[in-house]
Every structure is written in C-alpha cells, then in structure tokens.
Nanobody
Framework: VQLQASGGGLVQAGGSLRLSCSASGRTFGDYAMGWFRQAPGKDRQFVAAIRWSSNSPYCADSVKGRFTISRDNAKSTVYLQMNSLKGEDTAIYYC?????????????????WGQGTLVTVSS
C-alpha cells in the first residue's frame, strides 16, 4: 500500500490550501482514509476521516466549519480542503488508511501512513 500526500506549502492566515492523498495497493472497499497532523513539539492529532464506501465525513472539532474532507473513488484520492487557516494549523499533515475498526479519530484504526506534507501558516 502506498499513500502519497501533496499540496502543502506556505500560506497567510485566512488563506486556503487543498491537500491531496493518492492511494494505491489495496482494494479499499469500506476502508477509512484519515488526515492527521503533528505540530512541532506536539503529539500527532486527528483532523478528519472518511470511508471509501460512504459519504459521511468526520472532522475534529478544532477544524469543523473550516476543513472539508472528500474523496474521488475513481482516482483513489482523498482531499482535505482547508479554509480560514490559522497559525495553529501549522503542522505536518499525514494521510493514512486502514480498516477503521476502531474510532476513526484513533490512530489504531489505520495501518498505513503517507510521508506527510508540511503546511505553514504565517500570521
């Protein structure tokens, strides 16, 4: 299984970015795709998740109303649209996939992780 995250960069506060995560190497079926982030000196935290087979996105409270997760099954790609970015959104963003047998905000739900893409929000 390979996950390739892209789309990170430097953006001013209030701006937008769209991250992409292309996935390959497994039949994803009902698997979950998630986005997590890790800021310098902090633990990795859940951002958003979605299952390939459903249209029920799930976002952390800290990003609700600003971030949107979506998927394109034909392209095996998951997106994270990030609007109204704040300084505290600065982090390395990782995409992950897994069976999602636990709660989707738990890292244990995912068994493969991408390499991460850096998002820097300047104030």
């Amino acid at each position: 299984v390979q996950l390739q995250a892209s789309g990170g960069g430097l953006v001013q506060a209030g701006g937008s970015l769209r991250l992409s995560c292309s996935a390959s190497g497994r039949t994803f079926g009902d698997y979950a795709m998630g986005w997590f982030r890790q800021a310098p000196g902090k633990d990795r935290q859940f951002v958003a998740a979605i299952r390939w087979s459903s249209n029920s996105p799930y976002c952390a409270d800290s990003v609700k109303g600003r971030f949107t997760i979506s998927r394109d099954n034909a392209k095996s790609t998951v997106y994270l649209q990030m609007n109204s970015l704040k300084g505290e959104d600065t982090a390395i963003y990782y995409c992950a996939t897994g069976p999602g047998l636990q709660r989707l905000e738990e890292q244990g739900s995912y068994d493969y992780w991408g390499q991460g893409t850096l998002v820097t929000v300047s104030s």
